[in-house]
């Protein structure tokens, strides 16, 4: 009988198994899937091109601890993006930001105004300051938002950071006194939106900002990175660490139920009837997968209600292309490193906040953005190890908002057309752009669903505008049942903190 029972070998599953393996406790993890990671891993879903690799869900690195890349001896090939943002528009002017400071403060100056290039230098180095001063309270259990201001936050900060955690990305972005609205709809898109039920004004998306400003990884210079291999490096390392350390990691072992008996976990049954016992059963499923797994009896309907309430509907599309080359934007037409780079497509308007706006109040409404807001990657310009034999790309339309359930219409139905026209707004800033487009493997939020495991398509389990100790608690009412996956602190997105700290916490019932 094993010490300890995961369920899910996404990356936290596998943080946790390889931790608590390195302790000495003797660990099975249980994936229903075929393949271990969760959406944090590389396929090659195209069978026009059937060797080219892209990182079907997460698609980059950026908030993982380094702290935690040394616990668990990691050492993974990651590549910088320098540039790392991208801001094009339909005309000749466009924003590539990367170490060129210099360059980036000519564009600034140049394209936009002095106004906006001293907001960009002062809300970046804000946001340097408070990665520094939260990134220990990252790695513990969570406190509230006021407690970790007093325990964590310079003085000088305090209030920003509160103000931040619980406001609006409007609110944050206006202190600084930006001009230009295209910068401000960047940063909200880029930080406060992504995998994010929420508006520019909606309270929270402070906080999915502030999370989405937390890249520490070594060489980053403070942005998300790509991992060479595709984003299954990631979780094949931390699955050899666990191995190495004795785990067991079983796919294909899909779990039907936690077996509770008087309030306290005794292991699982498999789908297949397989029963198995354990001192411990770790979840690293979303939270409201984990509730079915337990019988009406086995939880108080007060914290099954809890949990429930912090369930909001996946807003994200995914949209994995195939390449035959490489587009040609009209604002850029050569080739000075934007492919690697986010690019971001944004509503050409004079009031594209409005815009914005609008789009997500059709979402809401269940009706699909004539102009959604759009992050696109070229990830093989950086990492060519994922192309094939024929030279394809791999790219990838990460879209912002789109329902998960549409209104008067099936996603059966919108897909193809839908894909189409999101192409089509990509050949608006770099024409020709459908005509390389190969195949498309697309990903609504309920074939997120399907596809991931992950209850309404939410990419991060529980909207990252709860924070700290509105997340998702460690501990269960049930004795020996814990959770470790990204609904709990300290965020959504392939960050293993989740991991460590359930980890943690088992070794401290356990005493160890």
Known sequence: MPDVIVVGAGHNGLVTAAMLAKRGLSVTVLEEKDTLGGACKTEYPFRSAPKLGVSTGAYLLGLMPPELLRELELDLPLKRRDPHYFLPTMDRRYLLFGSDERELERQFREFFSEADWLANQAMNAELSALREDVAPAWLLPPLSIEETAEKYIRP???????????????????????????????????????????????????????????????????????????????????????????????????????????????????ENGEELSAKVVVSNGDPFRTLRLLSTSAVPSDYRAQVESMAAPGTTMKVNLCLKGLPRFTCLPEDRGQFGPTIHL??????????????????????????????????????????????????????????????????????????????????????????????????????????????????????????????????????????????????????????????????QALGR
């Not at 990631?234 to 008996?261: C, F, M, N, P």
């Not at 549409?406 to 919108?414: A, D």
């Open 156 to 270: 000088a900060l305090r209030h920003a950071f509160v103000r931040l955690c619980r406001g609006s990305a409007r609110e944050y972005l206006d202190r600084f006194g930006f001009k230009s609205d295209f910068v401000k709809a960047m940063y909200a898109v880029t930080d406060a939106f992504s995998g994010l039920d929420g508006g520019y004004d909606t309270p929270g998306t402070g906080m999915n900002l502030l999370v989405h400003n937390m890249c520490r990884l070594p060489g980053s210079g403070g942005t998300w990175m790509i991992v060479g291999g595709g984003m299954g490096t990631v979780t094949q390392q931390i699955a050899r660490v666990a191995r190495k350390y004795g785990a067991e990691l079983r796919t294909g072992a899909k779990v039907a139920s936690v077996r509770v008996d008087n309030g306290v976990a005794k292991g699982v049954v498999l």
């Open 346 to 507: 944004l509503p050409q308007e004079d009031d594209v906040l409005g815009a914005l706006a609008r789009g997500y109040a059709e979402t809401k409404a269940g009706r699909l953005s004539e102009f959604p807001s759009i992050e696109w990657y070229v990830h093989t310009t950086v990492d060519p190890s994922l192309r094939d034999e024929e030279g394809h790309h791999n790219s990838a339309l990460f879209v912002e908002w789109v329902p998960h359930t549409l209104t008067g219409t099936t996603w059966e139905k919108e897909e193809a057309r839908y894909v189409q026209h999101l192409l089509s707004i990509c050949d608006q800033f770099a024409p020709g752009t459908s005509d390389l487009v190969q195949e498309y493997f697309a990903l609504t939020p309920p074939k997120i669903e399907r596809h991931f495991g992950i209850t309404h398509g939410h990419i991060h389990h529980v909207d990252n505008k709860r924070g700290f100790n509105d997340r998702l608690p460690y501990e269960t009412p049930v004795q020996g049942l814990y959770f470790c996956s990204a609904g709990c602190h300290p965020a959504g997105s392939v960050i293993g903190a989740a991991g460590h700290n359930a980890a943690n916490v088992v070794l």
